[in-house]
């Protein structure tokens, strides 16, 4: 089972920047891949990218293009979403979430092919 713990959200203006983290503990080095959610009030959570740990490849939801990347320091388990221009309708409680096998060169982006959720961290973008 692999802990993860979010950190780093907050309030921002409309075009700032945020970067949030993710670390990891526990059987991580078994880990396929780690995801990045988002789930706005009253809407449905959905994916916002995933970084294969271990090449650190990465993909994005196209709508997250451009503006957000994920990267990864192995050596400190932790993952990290950089979110830049900073929308109101990027407000929304963020998510990482481990899978614990893939197939390789496959990324997944369904909620329900992660095994693994943290708690979530708070983002707030206001206008």
């Given at each position: 089972q692999v802990q993860l713990v979010?950190?780093?959200?907050g309030l921002v203006q409309a075009g700032g920047s945020?970067?949030?983290s993710c670390a990891a503990?526990?059987?991580?080095?078994r880990s396929y891949a780690l995801g990045w959610f988002?789930?706005?009030p009253g809407k449905e959570r959905e994916f916002v990218g995933t970084i294969i740990w271990s090449s650190g490849n990465t993909y994005y939801a196209d709508s997250m293009k451009g503006r957000f990347s994920i990267s990864r320091d192995?050596?400190?388990n932790t993952v990290y979403l950089q979110m830049n221009s900073l929308k109101p309708e990027d407000t929304a409680v963020y998510y990482c979430a481990a899978r614990s096998w893939g197939y390789s060169g496959i990324y997944y982006s369904r909620l329900s092919e992660y095994d693994s959720w943290g708690q979530g961290t708070q983002v707030?973008?206001?206008s």
């Amino acid at each position: 089972q692999v802990q993860l713990v979010e950190s780093g959200g907050g309030l921002v203006q409309a075009g700032g920047s945020l970067r949030l983290s993710c670390a990891a503990s526990g059987r991580t080095f078994r880990s396929y891949a780690l995801g990045w959610f988002r789930q706005a009030p009253g809407k449905e959570r959905e994916f916002v990218g995933t970084i294969i740990w271990s090449s650190g490849n990465t993909y994005y939801a196209d709508s997250m293009k451009g503006r957000f990347s994920i990267s990864r320091d192995a050596a400190k388990n932790t993952v990290y979403l950089q979110m830049n221009s900073l929308k109101p309708e990027d407000t929304a409680v963020y998510y990482c979430a481990a899978r614990s096998w893939g197939y390789s060169g496959i990324y997944y982006s369904r909620l329900s092919e992660y095994d693994s959720w943290g708690q979530g961290t708070q983002v707030t973008v206001s206008s």
